[in-house]
């Protein structure tokens, strides 16, 4: 079974510009999570959708934004960017249900100049 | 307010010894955790779990506790080998399928 997939795997983008991360889950999951990684915030919750809905929001700016299609595949948008955007973005996928594990992306490196 | 906290950021051990990594937690609505393991620039991979009606949990060389009252867990590794090095998460289960994180603890296994 293919994992989770996250494209592209880095990113250079100029601040003021916006990008668009995508997360293709793992077949049959139907929940997807974005999380960011810093090395002075660790790793933090954006966003979980699930059935094209989001379903929960950490707490981050509203340039920060995603979706979810009918197949469960997942993007996020950063609008905007600044240089503190830059940081590992992961994306994890779950089946729904009671304690399920989240199963993790490799990950996009985005570098903000 | 960090509500998941690995106090430790480093933990050196010899190899064939045990590793013992904590995490404490503070929101009493947490009812399952996880442990994760992460190499630098890849996302972390899952090691093991437990839900809060139980106190242990044993998968191999791994095995988390989990200590409700105290608001504790722990990850233990036997015997600890050096492809153990890698930095360890624990994670909180909270709403849907948000998963709240600690710190992490940097483990490094000499051989």
């Known amino acids: 079974k293919a994992g989770v997939t996250q494209t592209p795997r880095y990113l250079i983008k100029t601040r003021g510009q916006q990008v668009t991360l995508s997360c293709s889950p793992i077949?049959?999951?139907?929940?997807v999570s974005w999380y960011q990684q810093t090395p002075g915030q660790g790793l933090q919750f954006l966003f979980e959708y699930f059935s094209e809905t989001q379903r929960n929001k950490g707490n981050f700016p509203g340039r920060f934004s995603g979706r979810q299609f009918s197949n469960s595949r997942s993007e996020m948008n950063v609008s905007t960017l600044e240089l503190g955007d830059s940081a590992l973005y992961l994306c994890?996928?779950?089946?729904?249900?009671?304690?399920?594990?989240?199963?993790f992306g490799q990950g996009t490196r985005l570098t903000v100049v | 307010d960090q509500q998941v906290k690995q106090n430790s950021p480093s933990l050196s051990v010899q190899e064939g010894r045990i590793s013992i990594l904590n995490c404490d937690y503070t929101?009493?609505?947490?009812?399952?955790f996880l442990w994760y393991k992460k190499y630098p620039a890849e996302g972390p991979t899952f090691l093991i779990s437990i839900s809060s009606i139980k106190d242990k949990n044993e998968d191999g060389r791994f095995t988390v506790f989990l200590n409700k009252s105290a608001k504790h867990l722990s990850l233990h590794i036997v015997p600890s080998q050096p492809g153990d090095s890698a930095v360890y998460f624990c994670?909180?289960?909270?709403?849907?399928?948000?998963?709240?994180f600690g710190g992490g603890t940097r483990l490094m296994v000499k051989p």
């Open positions: 077949s049959g999951h139907r929940s």
């Open positions: 929101n009493s609505m947490f009812d399952y």
């Open positions: 994670a909180a289960h909270g709403a849907g399928n948000m998963l709240t």
């Open positions: 994890a996928s779950s089946l729904v249900g009671l304690n399920t594990e989240a199963f």
